[in-house]
Nanobody
Framework: QDQLVESGGGSVQAGGSLRLSCAASRYTYMRYGLGWFRQSPGKEREAVAVLYKGGVTRYVDSVKGRFTISKENAKNTLYLQMDSLKAEDTAMYYC????????????????WGQGTQVTVSS
């Protein structure tokens, strides 16, 4: 019922673009705030961008102006448009959901997808 499935990852050269998708169940999509997180080897998982239920967005400073989070109601899908990619954006990207804005941003969301790998070569 509370299912999140990411797709869209891949390998790209620095300066390129990718769009990640997170397909959610209708229940999850309508009830919770949604966000994107990433984790690279040896580093802690960090919030990249979140879209709260009221439509407010929040981004980590390192991606502001380059990444855009959005959603498509007809498809129950969350997106992350990533432009001007850098090598340091290389990570496994996860989609998460929670009804607590603070928990979501802190990476303590109750629901997580399996992740999709993004690799940026310089």
């Amino acid at each position: 019922q509370d299912q999140l499935v990411e797709s869209g990852g891949g390998s790209v050269q620095a300066g390129g673009s990718l769009r990640l998708s997170c397909a959610a169940s209708r229940y999850t999509y309508m009830r919770y705030g949604l966000g994107w997180f990433r984790q690279s080897p040896g580093k802690e998982r960090e919030a990249v961008a979140v879209l709260y239920k009221g439509g407010v967005t929040r981004y980590v400073d390192s991606v502001k102006g380059r990444f855009t989070i959005s959603k498509e109601n007809a498809k129950n899908t969350l997106y992350l448009q990533m432009d001007s990619l850098k090598a340091e954006d290389t990570a496994m990207y996860y989609c998460a959901a929670d009804d607590s804005p603070s928990a979501l941003w802190a990476g303590r969301g109750n629901y997580w997808g399996q992740g999709t790998q993004v690799t940026v070569s310089s």
